[in-house]
């Protein structure tokens, strides 16, 4: 009998798939733990499931429901992308290296993508940061900008802002080589402790509309969530910290959320009175309620994570330190790209599913790392031309504006000026045009000319002739009537 389930295709955070078959009874945190099986992740409350393509703003799939019953596509292998879903205010929280590493590599690839945005020193120093936990020590310069080819590290931002390659290579290796003495586990810390202070970090943005149809993307990070103008990532227009949170609300096209009362006014909410502590209950809508699903039960898991954290830092205040974790990290002899090689076949086969893994090659890995990398800088310096040409067009215009202004005070043309060979000459704002037979005569025509010149001539004396004998007729008629 042919088995039934849809086949599952699950990309792990270092590009490594994951396929298995979805039974029809296969719940969603059922197949986290498969995927996280992959790596003997233990805090997997930290991750989720997302539909391939979304991870802009991310869709996750539920993990108290069954997979094949949620808002899914349909047709063709199911697609997924292992993400993280709740991020962490500060390391501390984190308890197991593996955690710690695949926070790594999904804060390396936000950066790549501008999710995460840094200004170009901030890139440059996490990408010496990279080359140093991927590669070790400095050893050459030649040897250090062909690794950095290969790693996808430099964002389109930063090319749009510095197009010269070879200047963001000296940047990044300049910085790579004070790194020399670092561990492993201390570059990927540092990395991190880098991006924790980035303003956008952790943040998850969907496009939601107030109650007068404005647009405006609803972020939710560590902090809390925060309401953005389109476009203004950076800086929030307000932040509704988790503490201050009361309540949250879904329903339909509709996102509500009950907030303790600031000092600030409150934009479009509704003051709930009556309490010991008033409340004011703000409201978003989206056309998406697949979008508005994921955006409520992604705030619910972030509000509950704060909660839990703040219990557990109350009740047993200890936790690892950094440098603990930075040890463990640089002492383990397996990293997740080979780890995943082992272990994970019989835990997908064990649950039902006749899964079995695809791993990739580390080389066609960073092969296709570095021909995204490649893609990326070819686009950005498309956009540079373009750029370049515009200026350029415009300094021509405004050189051939300041050429005819000083035509017109010379009575004479520049040399540099466009058209000087045309033909067409100006003088005191009046403008002559010229026969270019005249300006460039022909030799070969100057018999011609001469032969006109004496025709000219000619034709001139017969008429002085017959002027005068006009005259001449003129004068003997008088006479005669004298």
């Given at each position: 009998m042919p088995e039934?389930?849809r086949?599952?295709i699950a990309?792990?955070?270092d590009?490594?798939?994951?396929?298995?078959?979805?039974?029809?009874?296969?719940?969603?945190?059922?197949?986290?733990?498969?995927?996280?099986?992959h790596?003997?992740?233990?805090?997997?409350?930290?991750?989720?499931?997302c539909?391939?393509?979304?991870?802009m703003?991310?869709?996750?799939?539920?993990?108290?429901?069954?997979?094949?019953?949620?808002?899914?596509p349909q047709?063709?292998?199911?697609?997924?992308?292992?993400?993280?879903?709740?991020?962490?205010?500060?390391?501390?929280?984190?308890?197991?290296?593996?955690?710690v590493?695949?926070?790594?590599?999904?804060?390396k690839?936000n950066?790549?993508?501008?999710?995460?945005?840094?200004?170009?020193?901030?890139?440059?120093?996490?990408?010496?940061?990279?080359?140093?936990?991927?590669?070790?020590?400095?050893?050459?310069?030649?040897?250090?900008k062909?690794?950095?080819?290969?790693?996808?590290?430099?964002?389109?931002?930063?090319l749009?802002?510095?197009?010269?390659?070879?200047?963001?290579?000296?940047?990044?290796?300049?910085?790579?080589?004070?790194?020399?003495?670092?561990?492993?586990?201390?570059?990927?810390?540092?990395?991190?402790?880098?991006?924790?202070?980035?303003?956008?970090?952790?943040?998850h943005?969907?496009?939601?509309?107030?109650?007068?149809?404005?647009?405006?993307?609803?972020?939710?990070?560590?902090?809390?969530?925060?309401?953005?103008?389109q476009?203004?990532?950076?800086?929030?227009k307000?932040?509704?910290?988790?503490k201050?949170?009361?309540?949250?609300?879904?329903?339909?096209k509709?996102?509500?959320i009950?907030?303790?009362?600031?000092?600030?006014a409150?934009?479009?909410?509704?003051?709930?009175?009556g309490?010991?502590?008033?409340?004011?209950v703000?409201?978003?809508?989206s056309?998406?309620?697949?979008?508005l699903?994921?955006?409520f039960?992604?705030?619910?898991?972030?509000?509950?994570?704060?909660?839990?954290?703040?219990?557990?830092?109350?009740?047993?205040?200890?936790?690892?330190?950094?440098?603990?974790?930075?040890?463990?990290?640089?002492?383990?002899?397996?990293?997740?790209?080979?780890?995943?090689?082992?272990?994970?076949?019989?835990?997908?086969?064990?649950?039902?599913s006749?899964?079995n893994t695809i791993?990739?090659?580390?080389?066609?890995?960073?092969?296709?790392a570095?021909?995204?990398?490649?893609?990326?800088?070819?686009?950005?310096?498309?956009?540079?031309r373009?750029?370049?040409?515009?200026?350029?067009?415009?300094?021509?215009e405004?050189?051939?504006?300041?050429?005819?202004?000083?035509?017109?005070?010379?009575?004479?043309?520049?040399?540099?000026?466009?058209?000087?060979?045309?033909?067409?000459?100006?003088?005191?704002?009046?403008?002559?045009?010229?026969s270019?037979?005249?300006?460039?005569?022909?030799?070969h025509?100057?018999?011609?000319?001469?032969?006109l010149?004496k025709?000219?001539?000619?034709?001139q004396?017969?008429?002085?002739?017959?002027?005068?004998?006009?005259?001449?007729?003129?004068?003997?008629?008088?006479?005669?009537?004298?």
């Open positions: 039934l389930g086949r599952c990309v792990l955070l590009d490594q798939k994951v396929e298995t078959v979805v039974q029809p009874t296969l719940q969603g945190c059922d197949l986290l733990d498969l995927v996280a099986s790596f003997s992740l233990k805090e997997k409350e930290y991750f989720g499931l539909l391939d393509g979304t991870e703003m991310p869709q996750w799939l539920e993990l108290d429901r069954p997979v094949l019953d949620q808002d899914i047709g063709g292998p199911l697609r997924l992308r292992l993400q993280v879903r709740y991020y962490v205010e500060s390391l501390s929280w984190l308890q197991d290296a593996i955690a590493e695949l926070f790594y590599y999904q804060c690839q950066v790549f993508k501008d999710l995460i945005q840094c200004d170009s020193h901030t890139v440059f120093e996490l990408a010496a940061y990279v080359l140093q936990a991927t590669y070790g020590d400095f050893s050459n310069a030649v040897t250090a062909e690794d950095l080819k290969r790693l996808p590290v430099i964002p389109a931002s930063t749009k802002e510095h197009p010269d390659t070879n200047y963001c290579e000296s940047e990044i290796l300049r910085v790579y080589q004070y790194l020399t003495g670092r561990s492993r586990g201390v570059a990927i810390i540092s990395y991190l402790n880098t991006v924790l202070s980035q303003p956008t970090y952790g943040l943005c969907y496009d939601v509309k107030d109650r007068v149809d404005a647009p405006f993307l609803l972020g939710l990070s560590p902090k809390g969530l925060a309401v953005y103008e476009g203004q990532r950076a800086h929030p307000q932040l509704y910290e988790w201050n949170l009361e309540n949250i609300y879904h329903r339909d509709k996102f509500s009950e907030v303790y009362n600031s000092s600030e409150q934009t479009g909410s509704m003051v709930r009175s309490t010991s502590r008033n409340m004011s703000l409201v978003w809508f056309n998406n309620p697949r979008l699903r994921s955006l039960n992604t705030a619910k898991g972030q509000h509950q994570l704060y909660l839990s954290k703040r219990a557990a830092r109350s009740m047993s205040p200890s936790c690892r330190s950094p440098s603990d974790l930075a040890h463990e990290l640089s002492v383990s002899t397996v990293s997740l790209s080979s780890s995943t090689l082992t272990g994970s076949t019989n835990s997908l086969m064990s649950a039902g006749r899964g791993s990739e090659e580390t080389a066609q890995a960073a092969q296709e570095a021909r995204l990398a490649e893609r990326e800088m070819y686009f950005a310096l498309l956009s540079r373009d750029t370049l040409k515009q200026q350029l067009r415009k300094r021509e405004e050189l051939t504006t300041l050429y005819n202004e000083e035509a017109k005070v010379t009575s004479r043309r520049h040399k540099a000026a466009p058209g000087y060979n045309s033909g067409k000459l100006k003088k005191i704002g009046a403008s002559f045009e010229y270019p037979s005249i300006i460039n005569p022909d030799p025509r100057r018999n011609t000319i001469e032969d010149q025709e000219v001539e000619i034709q004396k017969i008429v002085d002739a017959a002027h005068v004998r006009q005259v001449n007729v003129t004068i003997v008629y008088k006479r005669e009537h004298v």
